[in-house]
Every structure is written in structure tokens, then in C-alpha cells.
């Protein structure tokens, strides 16, 4: 590690508590795909902050409109209206399924208001919630307990009641487990963390069918797979599913901490004053900056633009796995959030993999203990696509098969 990093590394890990295992560079300027460090030295950056900074760092419509509102109104309380708020919620849900929106400050937030809307909405005796082996719902207690992977789950017990996970894929065993007491069922519509994992289109359809016929609410947590970054708006529009409850957050604010749950107004009418609340949910900085995030996404050709790159960075995924087919089997994912499945010698070295990238100035993560994940922002360009397949395809082949 350089002297500069290194100083920095050893100042932050003294006094922040050490929950992330981090690489060794202290970062401190983000343009476009690329982020410099306390060096100087620049990354291409290939995982957007997870799946948040959508429109690049520091895009200039969102920090101008940072800037503005930070000039306006930094905050005020939610027991007041304020402009940004009320906009934002309009243009989720003009391009949604939904009547209404309650404004968190992340995923894990949104996963909550979520959670605490399904149990409320069906009355006191039905509070259980069916999530999915391998799925990723959040930190917090209630979505850590949702979050269906046991390593996040230890040393925390006892859960909280009334979470459940269902094997991946297998309707059979899910409706087995309904019992009188489940008020819904929670998923994502394509796994992130569990392995860049994407639900198929019939087995979501039996997820509704079987919320129809024993009325339970289908809750989709769109926080990694929302707001472009499948290419469409939002996943579920690809998938012909529509769900009674959708939470969103990461690229929202495009790097601003804002989440949002979305459904529709008969649902939305059990939370009342007093029900729930956040002091800086839908901050108006956060939610001018989604506003601005958002104007762009939606623009003509915009989301149409991400299709087509993402297709451009799947074949070169593909091409890679058939150059090295000992380490890598396919790509697989939706749009721009790919997944290069490792093979069993690959995911020996995934770890490994993902550091060699990071010495060679790109940054990529390892999910799932199965994929090299890819989330560029959406505004990659393919000369950059080339640079980052470029840079793999160096480091696997320097891998031991
Ligand atoms: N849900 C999904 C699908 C996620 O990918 C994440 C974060 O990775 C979360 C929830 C939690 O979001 P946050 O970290 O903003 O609380």
C-alpha cells in the first residue's frame, strides 16, 4: 500500500468500527466511471458504489441539484410538506404500479416500512413473511431475519418472530409453508448478493398465484434491481409480475442516502400518523438529488442505451467462460448487473481475482461465493466495457487451473 493510503487505512481502521473488510485505498474523488485515490491513483469503476451510482460519481445535474437545495432547505420536519419530496414521489409513481410512497433513508429502511406495512395491513394475528434461501433484505433485525443466508444471521439470535425462507426455485415447499399466520411473501426478482441469481418468470408468476389464492402480499425488493439498472425502470416490468409492495434505494439518489416503498393506495391507507415515521426520511437533499437521478433515467433512450451495453457486456462475459472454461461457466443476470459464474477452481480464486483487478486500477466484487459481480454505472461506456473485459480476461489468465 502507498504511504498516503496506508496512513489513511490506519488512521480509519483506529477509530471506525471494523465491519467491512476493505481494500487498500482511502478514495477520495469520483467523475464518471472513474475514481481517484489519496494517491492519485484512478479506478474504473465497475460496481458504482453496489449498484448505486447509477449516473456516474458526481454527475452534474444531481450535485447541482445538491447544491441548490443545500442552499434552499437542508432538512425540516416530516410533520411539514416539502417540494422535493412530493415531486420525487410523483415520478415513482408515474412510472410504477403504485398510488403512494413512504420516503426512507435506504434499503434496509424501506425493507422495514415494507415489512411493517404487510403486518399492519393484516390485522394481529398474521405477522409471518416467506423470504427465499440466498436472498439479501438488509441489516437492520427485521430484514436481517428476512435475509435468508444463516452467515448473516450469527451471533445475533434470537431473530426476530416471524420470518420464514423458502428453497430457491421450489413452489411445492413454499406453499407447504403457508400457514394461517403468513401475511406475505418477500423477494427479489434477480438475487444480487446471493449470486447475481435470477428468479425465472413462471416461478414468480406461482409466487403471485399463490399470494392470490391465500391472500398474502407480494412484496418485491427492488432495491438493487430498481431504477435502470436492469433496463428496464424496474425489473418487475420485464417479468410480467406486479407486485403489491416494491421497495427501492441504492441508485435512487444516484450516492445521496434516500429509499422509498412503493404500493398501491387500499394498501397504503393501514398506515396511519403515528404508524411509522423517520426524522430525515425524504431529507429534502436526498430527495432533490432523486429527482434530478431520476429525470435522466427516464429520458427517451435512455434505458434503451443500458440494454444495449448490457448485451455488450454479457457476450464479452460469455466469450471469457468459453476462453476459460476451467474458471468460468456463462454470465448470467439482467441487464446491467452480471454475474461471471465461477467454476469450482474459480471460486477458489474469486477472492483473489477481485484484488488483482483492484491492483490493476478496476474494481468488480465477488457475490454469493459464486460470481464476479459487475454493476458499472449505467453510463459505462463501451470503450470502458472493453478496458474492464480487457483487464479480466489479464487476470484470469494469469489464474492457476
Ligand atoms: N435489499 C437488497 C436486495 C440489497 O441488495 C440491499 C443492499 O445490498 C439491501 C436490501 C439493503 O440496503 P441498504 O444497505 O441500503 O440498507
Redesign the pocket.
Known amino acids: 500500500m502507498s504511504e498516503e493510503n496506508a496512513s489513511w487505512a490506519q488512521r480509519s481502521d483506529d477509530v471506525i468500527i471494523g465491519t467491512y473488510a476493505r481494500y487498500p485505498a482511502t478514495m477520495v474523488k469520483g467523475e464518471g466511471c472513474i475514481l481517484t485515490d489519496a494517491e492519485g491513483k484512478e479506478y474504473l469503476d465497475c460496481l458504482a458504489g ?2 448505486v451510482c447509477s449516473l456516474g460519481h458526481c454527475h452534474p445535474a444531481v450535485s447541482d441539484a445538491v447544491c441548490a437545495q443545500a442552499k434552499q432547505l437542508v432538512h425540516v420536519s416530516n410533520l411539514y410538506y416539502t417540494q422535493p419530496q412530493t415531486e420525487l414521489a410523483e415520478l415513482l409513481i408515474e412510472n410504477s404500479f403504485a398510488d403512494q410512497v413512504f420516503l426512507a ?7 422495514e416500512a415494507a415489512i411493517k406495512l404487510a403486518r399492519i395491513c393484516a390485522g394481529h394475528e398474521r405477522y409471518g413473511i416467506i423470504s427465499l434461501a440466498g ?6 433485525l427485521a ?1 436481517v431475519a428476512a ?1 435468508g443466508q444463516p452467515k448473516f444471521h450469527e451471533g445475533f439470535e434470537p431473530m426476530p418472530e416471524g420470518f420464514s425462507h423458502a428453497p430457491f426455485g421450489n413452489l411445492n415447499v413454499l406453499e407447504a409453508m403457508i400457514t394461517d399466520q403468513t401475511c406475505a411473501i418477500m423477494c ?1 426478482p434477480l ?3 446471493g449470486g447475481v441469481r435470477p428468479l425465472d418468470v413462471e416461478y414468480l408468476k406461482g409466487l403471485q398465484d399463490l399470494c392470490k389464492k391465500h391472500d398474502l402480499l407480494l412484496i418485491f ?5 430498481g431504477i435502470g439498472r436492469t433496463g428496464t425502470f424496474f425489473a418487475y416490468e420485464q417479468l410480467g409480475v406486479v407486485p403489491d409492495i416494491m ?1 427501492v ?2 441508485a435512487l439518489g444516484n450516492g445521496l ?1 434516500i ?1 422509498a416503498m412503493l404500493t398501491r393506495k387500499e394498501i397504503a391507507a393501514s398506515l396511519v400518523p403515528g404508524t411509522h415515521g423517520s426524522t430525515f426520511g425524504g431529507n429534502p437533499v436526498a430527495a432533490a438529488a432523486a429527482v434530478a437521478t431520476l429525470k435522466i433515467i427516464l429520458e427517451d433512450g435512455f434505458l434503451e442505451d443500458v440494454r444495449e451495453k448490457a448485451d455488450y457486456l454479457q457476450k464479452g462475459l460469455d466469450d471469457l467462460a468459453g476462453r476459460f472454461p476451467l474458471l468460468a461457466s456463462g454470465a448470467r443476470g439482467m441487464g446491467l448487473l452480471q454475474g461471471l459464474v465461477l467454476t469450482e477452481k474459480g471460486v477458489e480464486q474469486g477472492g483473489a481475482i477481485v484484488k488483482t483487478l483492484f491492483d490493476k486500477g478496476v474494481l468488480i466484487n465477488f457475490a454469493g461465493n459464486a460470481v464476479l459481480r459487475f454493476l458499472p454505472p449505467l453510463i459505462i461506456s463501451r470503450d470502458e466495457i472493453d478496458r474492464l473485459l480487457a483487464a479480466l480476461a489479464e487476470v484470469l489468465g494469469e489464474c492457476k487451473v
Open positions: 453496489i449498484a433513508n435506504s434499503g434496509a429502511e424501506a425493507n436472498s439479501f433484505h438488509g441489516r437492520t430484514t435475509t427479489e438475487q444480487g448478493e425488493d427492488e432495491i438493487q434491481t421497495t434505494a441504492k442516502p429509499g
